[in-house]
Every structure is written in C-alpha cells, then in structure tokens.
C-alpha cells in the first residue's frame, strides 16, 4: 500500500508536467496508471463491475481514467480522443452506465449546492479556485455514473 501511494505522489508530479505540455496521451495514460495504483490502497475501492466497466472503456477506445473520490462506485472521468469518445459512451451505456456531459471551467471549479435541493429549494453554482483547461487534440473526459 505504501508503495502505491508513493506512486499516486509521483504521479501527481508527471501530471502537472504533461498538463502543461499538453501532452494528451500522457495525461491519459497517467490518469491509467493512478487507476490501478488508486486500487492497490484498498479493495472496496473498485469492484468486478467498475473494473469490467473500465476495460470496455479503454478497449473502446479510452487512453485513462479515474474515479474521483474514495472510489467504489459514482463517477468515472475518461479521457477520450474526439474521434472515439461516442464509441466509447456507447459501450458504457449499453451496460447500463449513464453519461453525463462534463466541461471545463475557466473561472475555476464550479458545484451546485445540493442541500437546498434537497429540502426542496433552489439551487445555486459556487465557484472555488481550482483551475483546469483541456489538453490539445482532446475531448474533456467524460463523466460515467456506473448503474
């Protein structure tokens, strides 16, 4: 366990570099390789489901991906080149994962608060100060919500 998380350390780094190199396939591989490490840390971090889900992704044509969080279920972040994102969409969703459209954000992260929501009132966007742009010759990842 340590040993991945010496690696998701390392990882974060290359990230950094291939981001501002807007080297796409390296960013996406790096998202592969903290996958796999992320799963190393425990193993109610993935299951046969998500893991089945994430091999159709990356056969569909996915170069990585990630699952934000503590993972074991949610969402999955894939990042595709343009030209294979809808094969790989189609795959997910004919196994019953739901694709939900994501963006990137210039002004920094952006979330809707959900407790209003929730007692039934309006919802309002709140803006942070994490900034992210999209690679070059890429498709912002695709959120997957397995089903």
Do not use: C
């Amino acid at each position: 366990m340590v040993d991945a998380l010496h690696r998701l350390k390392a990882e974060t780094l290359e990230m950094k570099k291939a981001l501002l190199l807007g080297d796409v396939d390296a960013i996406g591989e790096l998202l592969h390789e903290a996958w796999e490490n992320k799963k190393r840390l425990d193993e109610g971090i993935s299951n046969g489901r998500v893991d089945r889900l994430y091999r159709i992704a990356r056969r569909e044509g996915a170069i990585g991906g990630k699952m934000p969080g503590a993972g074991g279920g949610g969402y999955f972040l894939f990042l595709t080149r343009f030209d294979r994102k809808h094969r790989v969409a189609a795959a997910l969703e004919r196994l019953g994962g739901q694709v939900v459209p994501m963006s990137f954000e210039n002004r920094g992260l952006t979330t809707w608060a959900s407790a209003s929501a929730a007692r039934g009132g309006p919802t309002r966007p709140r803006t942070g100060t994490t900034r992210s742009g999209p690679g070059r010759g890429a498709t912002p990842p695709r959120t997957t919500r397995p089903g």
